[in-house]
């Protein structure tokens, strides 16, 4: 059973850009999260998506970022018109229905860098 | 406001000997806490879950301890390894949310020397 997959592994962009990145989950895991790290501090929750729904968005900045995790295919974290702050690791992780709130399993992430 | 705390300063020990880390935390009464390893360019690995009812949970090497009256949670390693080197973080549940979304601490690096 494969872990969770993040690609990229590395972006580079420049400001103004878009950066999108992708999350497929473990095989069976329904629940999806992301998380950013920057430099120096812990991770912070972004967004907590079902299938086609989002649930918990309160950690996503209002502007510029979006999350989607449709029926088929990997869920997609947005940033349009990237900044240097948003240079940081972005976190994927999973769970299985129902266990929401135990085990997370987490991507390798994919490290951003905004010039 | 929530406030999760671990020693920001890195952790020296010698192989062998029992590691302590701490996590306290303020303004939470989390359902469980979660210990994760995170090495240098990688993502968190789960390591143990401790529910509030719970005192104490183990796992091969590890312990973990949860005081939710001192509000803080200490994590051990036994007989320690080099290979056991890396950053260690610990997680809360938001109590009362249903969405499984976890607090982090800053984490804490441990470095075992042979």
């Known amino acids: 059973n494969a872990g969770v997959m993040q690609n990229p592994r590395h972006l580079v962009r420049r400001r103004g850009q878009e950066a999108r990145l992708r999350c497929s989950p473990m095989k069976g895991h329904s629940h999806v999260y992301w998380y950013r790290q920057l430099p120096e501090e812990g991770l912070k929750f972004m967004v907590y998506?079902?299938?086609?729904?989002?649930?918990?968005e309160s950690g996503m900045p209002k502007e510029r970022f979006s999350a989607e995790f449709p029926k088929e295919g990997p869920s997609i974290l947005r940033i349009q018109q990237v900044v240097r702050g948003d240079s940081a690791a972005y976190f994927c992780a999973s769970s299985p229905p129902f266990r929401q709130k135990e085990t997370q399993y987490f991507g390798p992430g994919t490290r951003l860098l905004v010039l | 406001s929530q406030k999760i705390e671990q020693n920001s300063e890195a952790l020296n020990i010698q192989e062998g000997k029992t590691a302590t880390l701490t996590c306290n935390y303020t303004?939470?009464?989390?359902?469980?806490l979660q210990w994760y390893r995170q090495d240098p360019g990688r993502g968190p690995v789960f390591l143990l879950l401790?529910?509030?009812?719970?005192k104490e949970k183990r796992k091969e090497r590890l312990k973990v301890t949860f005081d939710t009256t001192l509000k803080q949670s200490l994590f051990h390693i036994t007989a320690s390894q080099p290979a056991d080197s890396a950053t260690y973080l610990c997680?809360?549940?938001?109590?009362?949310?249903?969405?499984?979304?976890?607090?982090f601490g800053q984490g804490t690096t441990l470095q075992v020397k042979p």
């Open positions: 303004n939470y009464s989390p359902a469980y």
């Open positions: 401790i529910r509030e009812n719970e």
């Open positions: 997680a809360l549940d938001r109590g009362s949310s249903n969405t499984g979304k976890l607090i």
């Open positions: 998506l079902q299938k086609e729904n989002i649930i918990d």
